[in-house]
């Protein structure tokens, strides 16, 4: 893999800071690549690009940056969609493909079929594959696991082809994206998943230079891979989903047999405690009723006893 996008903690260079974490800042990237250390990086001509990411992280004003013009509709992301734009002297292509949702009730076979359809519309394979990540929404281990599993049904050598793009620049005023990726364990993850390849856009400026880095970071990617590009075996993704909708969906008919049979044997107890309880109820108030029952016989003869005692009295009077 080449150097360009990782460098030991310590590096050192005359001249230039220290770099924190192993990370290359916006800075240095601004410098541009390393010849020493991408020797085989050619400007490629043809881009092909694909945009993954959840829903409403800013996918497709991504793809209206990158090609420079609005073809792109946000929030009508159901379908995936291809746009072909002349960007400076090459040809980009962008495909544009549904957020995955949040939560997992609401995510679908057709959704995932949809998704994974993006890399049909480019029969030759993508460049790269731009991992969408807003820096105004908090990145948890939720988003974190439910991005590997939507990555993963790809293969594991997507991971070579990916590269973290971070949108809403604007919303980390007070700090750089380097210091707000090292704080948070779920972002620093999946940047090292990627081999340290980020990026940082304004979502808000269409500026072409932030373009023309992230392009840099891409041949710079291809270079590390040899050029080759990403073009998985689709029948053995549509596999993967099938199965992993078949674990959902076992998944599933065990939940709702535990929970049968946990409401089952809690109907079983409840029906235990009232016999048990009513038992206990009759053996109360037979104790009672047997309590009762001496108290009258000894009331009775001590009321005897007193009259005996009484007329007594009355007859030595």
């Known amino acids: 893999m080449a150097a360009f996008y990782s460098r030991p903690a310590d590096f050192y260079e005359p001249g230039k800071e220290t770099k924190k974490c192993g990370r290359r800042s916006h800075t240095e990237a601004e410098a541009g690549p390393d010849p020493e250390e991408s020797p085989y990086r050619n400007k490629l ?9 959840e829903r409403s992280s800013g996918k497709s004003s991504t793809g209206n940056i990158i090609l420079h013009k609005e073809v792109f509709s946000a929030g009508q992301d159901e379908q995936c969609s291809k746009e072909v734009g002349q960007v400076g002297d090459r040809q980009v292509t962008v495909i544009d493909t549904p957020g995955w949702r949040r939560e997992s009730s609401c995510s679908t076979e057709q959704m995932d079929r949809e998704i994974v359809r993006s890399l049909s519309l480019s029969e030759s394979g993508v460049h790269a594959v731009l991992l969408v990540v807003p820096l105004d929404l908090k990145f948890t281990e939720t988003e974190k696991v439910k991005l590997e599993e939507h990555v993963n049904l790809f293969g594991a050598s997507i991971w070579k082809h990916t590269l973290v793009l971070f949108t809403h620049e604007d919303k980390l005023p007070n700090k750089s994206i380097e210091e707000h990726i090292e704080r948070e364990e779920s972002l620093r993850w999946l940047v090292d998943k990627c081999k340290n390849r980020y990026h940082s856009m304004n ?10 880095k992230l392009f840099e970071k891409i041949e710079e990617m291809v270079a590390a891979n040899t050029g080759q590009l990403f073009c998985p075996n689709m029948n053995d993704v549509y596999q993967r989903i099938s199965e992993k909708f078949c674990r959902i969906q076992l998944k599933n008919v065990l939940k709702q047999r535990l929970e049968k049979e946990y ?15 009513l038992e206990l109820q009759e053996d109360l108030n037979e104790t009672t009723s047997r309590s009762d029952t001496q108290g009258f016989r000894e009331y009775h003869t001590l009321r005897s006893y007193h009259s005996v005692q009484y007329r007594g009295m009355l007859h030595i009077k």
């Open 263 to 277: 409401r089952r044997r809690e109907l079983e107890l409840m029906s235990n405690f009232k016999t048990t309880l």
């Open 203 to 212: 979502n808000r400026k269409s500026d072409l230079s932030q373009v023309t």
């Open 45 to 53: 001509e043809e881009m092909k690009i694909v945009l993954l990411g």
